[in-house]
């Protein structure tokens, strides 16, 4: 009789006490705490992506909180990270990557929830916000196994870079697009220097990789590899230089495609040394010259360094 009177109160309505009190827990937005930290970022941010280390998980059952499609997994109460975002970006996106199955849950400025299990590849979560307002966005990284604490890096982005992840991959006509040249824009900057620049090299962090097959598009020799529409950098050199070298050192394989002042393809995949490029142009004239990082494999996104110089070869410190 103990126990079913326990019960009748329970079910009484008393709310000191739930039979689930993990799941009746909520998320806290728009507070200023955070696990891994915050950081305000306005559209056209550098470096892109911007990068955080996160391990994921908690004791919050989100799926019973009944936020939303593709709203699973745990998390704490508390967000994993904050991003203020000074201004208006068209494109917004968050992606995680990590050793386990992890889920994205985002609350934007406008107080909407967005979120996604797998739709990064494999287990890895991302999400992508349209006309993202400016605001606070707060940010979880669930964990779809509970118990389960995954150490994993937290992506945000503008750059339409990852093929495959979220219906932004050119599947059936990637090989057929081109490679934007003469333009303006670039996704890691660009720079005007002159004969005898100084620092020598010019040093730029990149990430490699896109949607379209260089190989396919036939530009010449060692032009392969899998690189954006747009490029990822800009150089404008102001005179003619006796010679010119463009390398790149990151951790996988990655080539470089480069369209000189005269208009010309120069390409390189490994002649750099181990899985590193390398374009040599003697007598280079002034001129625009646009250059990419690719990936050699579709889908890898390779953080590296690239390299621009007017010395004879010298290595990096410790290459």
């Keep these: 009789m103990r126990a079913i009177i326990l019960t009748l109160i329970v079910a009484?309505?008393?709310?000191?006490?739930?039979?689930?009190p993990i799941a009746a827990q909520s998320l806290q937005i728009g507070g200023s705490n955070s696990n891994y930290g915050s950081v305000t970022l306005a559209a056209g941010f550098t470096p892109d992506p911007?990068?955080?280390?996160?391990?994921?998980?908690?004791?919050?059952?989100?799926?019973?909180?009944?936020?939303?499609?593709?709203?699973?997994?745990?998390a704490t109460s508390q967000p994993d990270f904050i991003l203020h975002l000074s201004s208006s970006s068209t494109r917004l996106r968050f992606y995680n990557t990590g050793g386990g199955d992890t889920g994205l849950l985002i609350n934007?400025?406008?107080?909407?929830?967005?979120?996604?299990?797998?739709?990064?590849?494999?287990t890895n979560p991302t999400v992508t916000i349209s006309d993202a307002p400016p605001g606070?966005?707060?940010?979880?990284?669930?964990?779809?196994?509970?118990?389960?604490?995954?150490?994993?890096?937290?992506?945000?982005?503008?750059?339409?870079?990852?093929?495959?992840?979220?219906?932004?991959?050119?599947?059936?006509?990637?090989?057929?697009?081109?490679?934007?040249?003469?333009?303006?824009d670039a996704y890691f900057g660009n720079v005007t220097l002159a004969p005898g620049f100084r620092p020598d090299p010019h040093q730029v962090t990149v990430?490699?990789?896109?949607?379209?097959?260089?190989?396919a598009m036939n530009l010449g020799p060692g032009c392969v590899g899998h690189a954006a529409q747009q490029p990822d950098f800009i150089l404008h050199l102001t005179g003619r230089s006796s010679m010119l070298r463009f390398y790149v050192v990151g951790d996988g394989d990655t080539g470089l495609v480069v369209n000189d002042g005269t208009g010309s393809w120069h390409c390189d995949d490994d002649s750099y040394g181990g899985t590193n490029p390398e374009v040599t142009i003697y007598g280079a004239p002034s001129g625009q010259y646009d250059v990419w990082v690719?990936?050699?494999?579709?889908?890898?996104?390779?953080?590296?360094?690239?390299?621009?110089?007017?010395?004879?070869?010298?290595?990096?410190?410790?290459k």
């Design 12 to 20: 009484g309505g008393l709310e000191l006490w739930s039979a689930e």
């Design 50 to 74: 911007h990068q955080v280390t996160v391990t994921s998980g908690g004791s919050l059952d989100v799926r019973a909180m009944n936020l939303g499609a593709g709203c699973v997994g745990y």
């Design 108 to 122: 934007d400025a406008s107080g909407r929830w967005h979120c996604n299990d797998d739709s990064y590849g494999g």
């Design 136 to 184: 606070q966005y707060d940010v979880w990284v669930s964990s779809y196994q509970s118990g389960e604490n995954i150490p994993s890096t937290l992506y945000i982005t503008e750059l339409d870079r990852h093929p495959g992840s979220d219906g932004d991959s050119y599947s059936g006509g990637s090989s057929t697009r081109s490679l934007t040249i003469a333009g303006s």
């Design 207 to 215: 990430t490699s990789g896109g949607s379209l097959d260089v190989r």
């Design 294 to 318: 690719t990936s050699y494999r579709s889908g890898q996104d390779i953080r590296g360094t690239l390299y621009v110089s007017e010395l004879a070869e010298q290595r990096p410190k410790g």
